[in-house]
Nanobody, 124 residues
Framework: VQLQASGGGLVQAGESLRLSCAAS????????AAWFRQAPGKEREFVAA???????VYGDSVKGRYTIAREDAGNTMYLQMNSLKPEDTALYFC???????????????????WGQGTQVTVSS
């Protein structure tokens, strides 16, 4: 599977953005799919994940503000980000686990295919 992330940009605190992760080569619904983010000088952080059955799991720092979703017709995963804060500034990546796995894991090394990052910058 190939993953292509898009939708990042520069916004002010309190505004919203929606990221997209378009998959090709295989159906995204075959995978546990996730969003991670990485700020300069920091480790890659788990943001959210969605399972094959569309159960969602969120990182503590984004719970209640972000929503992950998957559109099977378009083979695309989304991350709706509301009430953005300057600390949300990071390079955001989408990734999937091995298709035989059906459980979310919050560590980056558990994900085998990655898209390129899309930059989100939130100004105060």
């Amino acid at each position: 599977v190939q993953l292509q992330a898009s939708g990042g940009g520069l916004v002010q605190a309190g505004e919203s953005l929606r990221l997209s992760c378009a998959a090709s080569g295989r159906s995204l619904s075959d995978y546990v799919a996730a969003w991670f983010r990485q700020a300069p000088g920091k480790e890659r952080e788990f943001v959210a994940a969605i399972t094959q059955s569309t159960s969602a799991v969120y990182g503590d720092s984004v719970k209640g503000r972000y929503t992950i979703a998957r559109e099977d017709a378009g083979n695309t995963m989304y991350l709706q980000m509301n009430s953005l804060k300057p600390e949300d500034t990071a390079l955001y990546f989408c990734a999937v686990r091995n298709p035989s796995v059906r459980v979310v894991h919050r560590t980056a090394r558990s994900y085998v295919y990655w898209g390129q990052g899309t930059q989100v910058t939130v100004s105060s």
